[in-house]
């Protein structure tokens, strides 16, 4: 069944990677599962924009999340030292065993989010080195677990260099959001790295076509937040405080959200320089670390 893969090039047409992905599906008589999210990228075009927005070589070792039938791992599997691809799906994990091509490739089925970075990276199959190291993340997300997924790598102990992830088009356009439009997502997202769009993924790119289109960002990850914070739990309970009344003034969101007196609230946010009638959406990281060095000064942390 290794035959199964190739090199794919741009010229591919997506009708090449359905009859392969159909070819597969048959082979081992699987159907996509729903319940899981599952929709296996058919789009030639994306796939090698993500292989290229990764920027792999020899040395690099990464962490695939939901590598599906590998028609993706085997491409990045060509460009980096090592690939440990994490398949939930038992049935899935069986097949890529038997089908991925070369000796770099770890397949894990388990859950991402029961798994330690640290521990993974220690050798988890005969050849692959042992110890800690850099790593890159490449994730084609089902969309009920993409926030737990990014918080799992991001405030992971040992966080990756880069991630580069398949998302809800909404979710992406969140992560992306400046000032004005912030959310929870995009403050926990740019806390630890800066976000870039990498291109965007119309629905018919995959099989079966989800309800929703897509697109694919890459997180080049910070060595260390970008705004000084000596308390990130603190600084987090502050910031889902801040967005806790949607679309409120900020006063009235951070004393429903704290359980705080409003005039508290008024004054923390005169200490921060913020005035009290601006919304959290307009709120920049450096204007949260601001607030946050108020409230823990308040608090006599």
Do not use: C
């Amino acid at each position: 069944m290794r035959g199964l893969f190739f090199h794919m090039d741009k010229s591919q047409a997506p009708a090449d990677l359905l009859s392969r992905t159909k070819k597969l599906l048959r082979s081992y008589d699987l159907r996509a599962r729903k319940g899981l999210g599952q929709h296996f990228l058919i789009d030639a075009a994306v796939l090698e924009a993500i292989v290229a927005a990764a920027d792999l070589n020899s040395a690099d070792t990464l962490i695939e999340v939901g590598p599906g039938l590998g028609i993706l791992t085997a491409e990045l599997a060509r460009r980096a030292g090592w690939v440990i691809a994490i398949e939930l799906d038992n049935r899935l994990a069986e097949v890529l065993e038997k089908t991925l091509p070369g000796d770099n490739i770890v397949v894990l089925n388990e859950d991402v989010l029961g798994t330690d970075p640290a521990v993974i990276l220690r050798g988890r199959a005969p050849g692959f080195p042992p110890g800690l190291r850099s790593y890159k993340v490449v994730a084609n997300l089902p969309y009920y677990i993409t926030s737990p997924v990014l918080r799992h790598f991001l405030e992971a102990a040992v966080k990756p260099e880069m991630m580069v992830v398949m998302v809800q088009k909404e979710v992406a356009e969140a992560i992306l959001a400046g000032p004005g439009k912030r959310s929870l997502l995009s403050i926990a997202v740019q806390f630890y790295g800066k976000p870039g769009l990498v291109t965007e993924v119309p629905a018919s790119s995959f099989y079966p076509a989800p309800a929703v289109d897509s697109a694919v960002i890459r997180i080049d990850v910070y060595p260390a937040p970008p705004v000084p914070v000596t308390d990130v739990d603190g600084f987090f309970r502050l910031v889902r405080a801040g967005f806790a009344a949607a679309r409120k003034q900020v006063a009235n969101s951070l004393s429903q959200g704290l359980k705080l007196p409003k005039a508290e609230a008024m004054g923390l946010l005169a200490a921060a320089g913020i005035e009290p009638q601006r919304r959290a959406e307009t709120f920049t990281l450096e204007e949260w670390a601001a607030l946050w060095r108020a409230w823990s000064g308040e608090k006599g942390n």
